[in-house]
């Protein structure tokens, strides 16, 4: 008499979990660039990359990446309309400008509760994240971006 009810609330959180874990649109789309970008063997790379933070703060991320691995980087900001002319580089975690660091950034961007407000547009000839934004229409001033200003493979 209750193995039914078990058996039917089971059978609901079973389906629960599987719907759960299908990928959005946005993230399938992402996982499809992943795998282009790893079948490619580019191992070394010098790439920079523009975060600006609505118009509060933007900073240039040169980094130069061999074997996989970051061995150089540098920063360099441009005053935002709110800094009024002047600005200074913020910290920066180098890793987080590579392009495994990129599709991380992109892929938590796309499984965030702000996911609808999230545009992810990809690289065409190396399939990387070339521009994660953020934009909220309710929101003033609180949309934010990633964009890939140059890459350049190296031997």
């Known amino acids: 008499m209750y193995k039914q009810p078990f058996f039917l609330l089971s059978l609901l959180l079973i389906a629960g979990l599987l719907a759960a874990c299908r990928l959005s649109p946005g993230s399938r789309e992402l996982a499809r660039a992943e795998k282009r970008w790893q079948a490619q ?4 790379y010098q790439i920079e990359v523009l975060v600006v933070n609505s118009t509060w703060h933007a900073q240039y991320h040169l980094i130069t990446v061999r074997d ?6 540098s920063a360099r900001c441009i005053p935002a309309p709110a800094e009024m002319g ?3 580089v913020r910290e920066y975690t180098a890793d987080d400008y590579t392009v495994p660091g990129l599709f ?3 892929r938590t961007a796309l499984t965030s509760i702000y996911a609808r407000f ?3 547009d990809y690289e065409p ?3 990387f ?8 229409p309710e929101i003033i001033d609180g949309g934010w971006m990633w964009r890939v200003t140059s890459f ?4």
């Open 118 to 120: 999230m545009e992810v």
């Open 104 to 106: 991380s950034k992109a």
């Open 86 to 88: 002047k600005c200074e």
């Open 68 to 73: 996989g691995e970051v061995v150089d980087s």
């Open 129 to 136: 994240p070339n521009i994660i934004s953020y934009s909220n």
């Open 41 to 44: 063997p580019i191992d070394s």
């Open 125 to 127: 000839t190396y399939s």
């Open 152 to 155: 350049t493979p190296q031997p």
